[in-house]
């Protein structure tokens, strides 16, 4: 088997961003976007996933926290599309109910090669270190479009905000964990290509 690991990189006059990921990794990360509760999540995100992750981003935080957050998911998503390649082998579907204390998150995702994000979640808190909750969401749906993923997640439970993120986070990363394992040598699909 081929290492799958891949590098992506973008630049635009808001952001500059590169990411490396290894889907065979151990969950070691290096991350630092200069948004301190995004940081947190990525590196929950590799560290229970298994898959590596160095990722460093350079946004106009002067400005909002938007560009960023949504570029850092762009590139993530392309990144681990590339490592995946013609996707041979993965289980393809993943899925997860993960508690954090009082909260309750629910991930299940498709790395079919159709984008689409459905997000239920509701935030008491506007911000969390830098982190506007509102891009929660929209990191998510950005996260879909370029890894070319259905991803559903919900908060079945839950009252503390950084407890509600933490658990999302934390069911993608086990949902992905599930579905870029390898299982076999055919690809998952009545169509031959996924």
Request: proline share 2%; net charge negative; hydrophobic share 40%.
């Amino acid at each position: 088997m081929n290492p799958r690991i891949a590098s992506h990189s973008r630049k635009t006059a808001e952001t500059d961003i590169s990411a490396t990921v290894n889907l065979d990794g151990s969950g070691a990360s290096s991350i630092d976007t200069g948004v301190a509760f995004l940081d947190h999540m990525l590196t929950s995100f590799s560290r229970h996933s298994g898959i590596d992750v160095q990722l460093r981003c350079s946004g106009d935080l002067e400005v909002d926290d938007h560009h960023t957050v949504e570029d850092v998911a762009l590139v993530l998503g392309k990144a681990i599309v590339e490592a995946l390649g013609e996707k041979r082998g993965v289980g393809r579907y993943g899925w997860a109910i993960i508690p954090m204390d009082e909260a309750l998150a629910q991930c299940s995702l498709d790395l079919g090669g159709r984008s689409y994000c459905v997000f239920r979640a509701e935030f008491s808190r506007p911000v969390i270190q830098g982190l506007s909750t509102e891009m929660v969401e929209h990191f998510f749906v950005s996260l879909s479009r370029t890894m070319n993923a259905n991803l559903h997640l919900a908060v079945l439970e839950g009252k503390n905000t950084h407890h509600i993120i933490e658990a999302l986070f934390k069911s993608l990363a086990y949902a992905m964990k599930q579905a870029v394992k390898i299982e076999g040598a055919e690809i998952k699909s009545t169509k031959g290509v996924i």
